[in-house]
């Protein structure tokens, strides 16, 4: 049975037996509010992603998951509530410094980058260089240099990773959609992430493709124990990455467990999809 509107405090869990054992969550959404005008998108929500999950938020159109995924990433302040990541308060805080802390999001590559290779997008991620510094160019040109292989190095080791070494040296703008979402993932992995957030990586994106992006999300997950939280409309890729799987309807969350219990579980199916959740 999935476990609907729990009310469990922050930090614990509820296990099968009913016992609350602890819980490490790396984001902890506490009492969120978030109103445009008269219409309350995220109401009074509380979630919880557990550390090395991947956490699933899925619901009807216009439940809010768009909204509360972006007054997590910082691109929305709420009205009320507070967004706890990794046990600080960061409420507020814009993007830029959620990824300085650890905090990233997938985006699609900015048309100026369609014009570099993949190896050269991946190399451009960590910001701040010391190449990139015209001082340290001139007087410290040997720095500059052993950073630049280290990024270089750290490139061709994601590029492996997630196999695609057969396209390091196409232009970005060449890619199939499937290698670019592929690209995307890879940027997260520049860095050192306590968390994924993917939006929507499935849209575009052919089901053989899929299948290959799925697998390296599996991967980083189990292999590299990265976290993602995913909000997502394919509810077969849902089924086969995420757990737990958090329900969202009218502002709140509803219902959270593993994908299993959801589709079991009829009324949420009944009431928030119309029709049973079916495998394609
Ligand atoms: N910037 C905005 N201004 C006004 N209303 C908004 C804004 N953003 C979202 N809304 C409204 O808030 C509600 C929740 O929208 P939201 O996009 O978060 O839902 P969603 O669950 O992501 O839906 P979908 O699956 O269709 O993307 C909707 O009624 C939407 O019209």
């Not at 729990?6 to 922050?10: E, F, M, R, V």
């Not at 451009?124 to 190449?131: I, L, S």
């Given at each position: 049975m999935a476990r609907i509107n729990?009310?469990?405090?922050?930090g614990f869990s509820g296990n099968q037996d009913g016992l609350l054992v602890s819980f490490d969550a790396v984001i902890d959404v506490r009492n969120v509010t978030k109103r445009f005008g008269g219409l309350t998108a995220v109401d009074n929500c509380s979630l919880q992603v557990g550390r090395g999950s991947i956490t699933g938020l899925i619901g009807p159109n216009g439940a809010g998951k768009s909204t509360l995924f972006n007054i997590v990433a910082g691109n929305i302040v709420p009205d009320h509530g507070q967004i706890m990541f990794d046990g600080a308060d960061v409420t507020g805080l814009a993007p830029h410094q959620l990824f300085r802390a650890g905090m990233l999001r997938t985006f699609q590559i900015a048309h100026e980058f369609s014009h570099m290779t993949a190896l050269e997008n991946l190399m451009?991620?960590?910001?701040?260089?010391?190449?990139?510094h015209l001082s340290n160019v001139w007087f410290r040109p040997h720095r500059a240099r052993s950073r630049e292989t280290e990024v270089r190095k750290k490139a061709l080791d994601v590029i492996d990773f997630l196999k695609l070494g057969h396209v390091r040296n196409e232009l970005a703008g060449n890619l199939s959609g499937g290698q670019k979402k592929l690209l995307e993932l890879g940027r997260t992995m520049m860095v050192d992430a306590k968390i994924v957030l993917l939006d929507e990586v499935a849209a575009g994106v052919n089901k053989t493709l899929l299948q290959d992006l799925a697998g390296n999300i599996e991967r980083m997950n189990r292999e590299l124990g990265y976290t993602f939280f995913v909000i997502e409309h394919d509810m077969d890729l849902i089924g086969r990455l995420c757990d737990p799987v958090i329900v969202m309807a009218q502002g709140e969350k509803i219902a959270e467990g593993p994908m299993s219990e959801i589709r079991a579980n009829e009324a949420i199916v009944e009431a928030y999809f119309g029709s049973p959740v079916v495998e394609a």
């Open positions: 729990p009310g469990l405090g922050q451009m991620v960590p910001g701040d260089q010391p190449g990139e």
